[in-house]
Every structure is written in structure tokens, then in C-alpha cells.
């Protein structure tokens, strides 16, 4: 079983393994749910960013999308999910539900 770091981590090497395609979101969104649904103590954070991963699917697919957009949602998931990783990686359980609050309303806002 992997630990709450490679967890999250796993989502970043999947993306840049596959290109910061659409195909990737989709991939991410399979892990992370998955993911979720074995590691209860970290469902909440995996689900907004496999939520997230959809979210670009729908909006991006089927269509091309420019290489700057493409690459500002790269840096902005990324950005979340390490977000996310460092953050879960506490005790403090306020702070947990803090972060993930703000994380949702910034991917809530971006898209």
C-alpha cells in the first residue's frame, strides 16, 4: 500500500507521463477516485482533485486546446494536488479541512 505522499505523487508522475493530455486528467480521475475509495482518511482531498481531473476532461475534450492552456492547468493541478499531499500530511485536522476548502474553491473559481 502506498503512503499519503506517493498517493498524491502518483497523480503528478501520471500526468507528466502522459503528456498533460486530456488522456491524463482522465487517468488522474480514475487513480484518485480509486484511490479514495481504498484510503478513507484521504477521500475528501482525492475526490476535489479527481473531480477537477473530469472537470478539464469535459470542458477540453474533443477539441484542441491551446499548449499555454494546457500548460497553466498542468501548473495549477499540479499545484493543487502538492498542495493537498503536504497539507494531509499533518495532524492538524482544522487546517486539513481549511485546505481543502480553499483548494475547492480555487478549482471551483478556475473552471
Known amino acids: 500500500m502506498k503512503n499519503t505522499h506517493e498517493i498524491f505523487d502518483t497523480l503528478i508522475e ?4 502522459l503528456g ?3 488522456r491524463g ?3 488522474c480521475a480514475e487513480v484518485a477516485l480509486a484511490a479514495a475509495a ?8 482525492l475526490y476535489v482533485l479527481a473531480t477537477a481531473a473530469e472537470r478539464f476532461v469535459d470542458i477540453n475534450d474533443r477539441m484542441p486546446v ?11 493541478y499540479i ?8 497539507g494531509f500530511a499533518g495532524d492538524d485536522d482544522k487546517q ?5 476548502n480553499s483548494v475547492a474553491a480555487r478549482i471551483i473559481a478556475r473552471w
Open 66 to 76: 491551446p499548449s499555454k492552456v494546457m500548460q497553466a492547468a498542468y501548473e495549477s
Open 79 to 86: 499545484g493543487d494536488v502538492a498542495t493537498l499531499r503536504d
Open 20 to 22: 498533460k493530455s486530456t
Open 14 to 17: 501520471l500526468l507528466e507521463d
Open 38 to 45: 481504498e484510503n478513507p482518511d484521504i477521500a475528501a482531498p
Open 25 to 27: 486528467y482522465r487517468k
Open 96 to 100: 486539513k479541512v481549511d485546505l481543502l
